[in-house]
């Protein structure tokens, strides 16, 4: 599986950013799709998946309420909606697949960065 994530940019505090992340190579395998991010100094952390079939969704506390995954299964796509951005969410955000439910994630893009300015 290939991810190839975009979207990254420099946004100003409050503003909104959607990140893609599309999906090709053998994607009939996947579980679910996720978000990670990495700050500057800071361990990567998790930030929000989706259930590849069903759609169901999981957020970090964090983002919850401003940020929204979804998909497109015919795309083999997954989204990140960023809305009223914080100095805080700036990272370098990861897309990655997850092949069996529970385990670690198995294929990751090259990541995007985000930079939120004050």
């Known amino acids: 599986v290939q991810l190839q994530a975009s979207g990254g940019g420099l946004v100003q505090a409050g503003g909104s950013l959607r990140l893609s992340c599309a999906a090709s190579g053998r994607t009939f395998s996947t579980f679910a799709m996720g978000w990670f991010r990495q700050a500057p100094g800071k361990e990567r952390e998790f930030v929000a998946a989706i259930r590849w079939s069903e759609g169901t969704t999981y957020y970090a506390d964090s983002v919850k309420g401003r940020f929204t995954i979804s998909r497109d299964n015919a795309d083999n796509t997954v989204y990140l909606q960023m809305n009223s951005l914080k100095p805080e969410d700036t990272a370098v955000y990861y897309c990655?697949?997850?092949?069996?439910?529970?385990?670690?994630?198995?294929?990751w893009g090259q990541g995007t960065q985000v930079t939120v300015s004050s």
């Open positions: 990655a697949t997850q092949v069996v439910p529970g385990s670690a994630y198995d294929y």
